[in-house]
């Protein structure tokens, strides 16, 4: 593991302080293809850590074995509301009939080690300069939606670093928030996309690369094998419908 470190004299005090660089993965959804194509590619990368924030599983064929990547390779990991039901099915009732099905497909699917794992995930955690939720940092565990700019701006109130990472609606994008009107001092909320199911119309996967020291975010897409996971999906028997979606992004 590589870190940058540099050292600043404060007042005659020795401070160190460690910059990173984060590869931060989402809304993975069972989807191993394009999991570990997202794997391989960070491998290539100036990364120190990878971060998940949540929905391993739901919809896709592979779950144990997506849980087991992320658990490889994964710092810190978020709960997000398909790990949620995939362990706790009262919680499908707030879901539509594929995302239902889907669950409940997993449930049956799942180890006694991956159920665990999945139960006693963190709602919120931290890295440098960001926290990191599924859905929302207001009330991260109702999975409110960011997807306009007043969703954004209830949100904003509700953390206090200068940028929140979140998944969820598997859209990439950005909301800015300036304080006191300075345009220098910014907040920002950044959806990092998804790993396994993305829905802006692009069905590359998508995930994004942090650091902490300069704030500086670069989303990144990148095509993997659909058919494949498709071809294993139909196999499931799981709703031919989150399968063929693949393929146009939504």
Known sequence: MFFRIIVVFVKKNLNIVTL????????IHSNLEALRTAL??????DVDEIVCLGDIVGYGPNPNECIELVTMHCSKTIKGNHDQAAVDLMQTVYMNR???????????????????????LP???SIEN??????????????????TGLDADIAFDYFDTPVCFI??????????????????NEKRIINVGSIGQPRDKDPKLSFGIFDT????????????????TVDKM??????SELAERLFYGL
């Open 20 to 27: 990173m660089r984060y590869a931060i993965i989402s809304d």
């Open 40 to 45: 391989d590619h960070i491998g290539t990368l």
């Open 98 to 120: 594929l995302a239902r099905e889907a669950a409940m497909w997993t449930n049956k699917q799942l180890i006694p080690g991956a159920k665990d794992f999945l139960a006693h």
């Open 123 to 125: 709602s919120k955690a």
């Open 130 to 147: 960001a926290v990191l939720v599924h859905a929302s940092p207001f009330e991260p565990e109702e999975w409110h939606y960011i997807m």
């Open 167 to 184: 998944g969820h609606t598997h859209r990439a994008g950005e909301f800015v928030s300036q304080i006191n009107g300075n345009h220098g």
């Open 213 to 228: 020291g300069t704030l500086a975010y670069e989303n990144v897409r990148i095509s993997y094998p659909i058919q494949k």
């Open 234 to 239: 139909h196999t499931a028997g799981l709703p």
